[in-house]
């Protein structure tokens, strides 16, 4: 059942991946590009997915 679950996620994203293109550039999403390194820390995105499954696995555990 949770293969089926990953699998259709993953359907969704990849449907939807064009109207997804500002995740992991919201304001707080730290990126450095330099010459020879490149780092970016996705800080508001990470924070804001973990709110959305936080928010979802509550509302499945409440109704099931």
């Not at 993953?10 to 304001?27: E, H, M, N, R, V």
């Not at 820390?41 to 099931?64: C, D, G, V």
């Amino acid at each position: 059942m949770l293969g089926v679950v990953v699998v259709l996620i993953g359907l969704i994203l990849w449907l939807a991946g064009d109207k997804l293109s500002w995740f992991g550039q919201l304001p707080g999403d730290i990126r450095v590009a330099r010459k020879n390194v490149r780092f970016y820390a996705p800080i508001t995105s990470m924070l804001l997915l973990s709110i959305l499954l936080s928010l979802l696995l509550w509302a499945f555990r409440k109704f099931f």
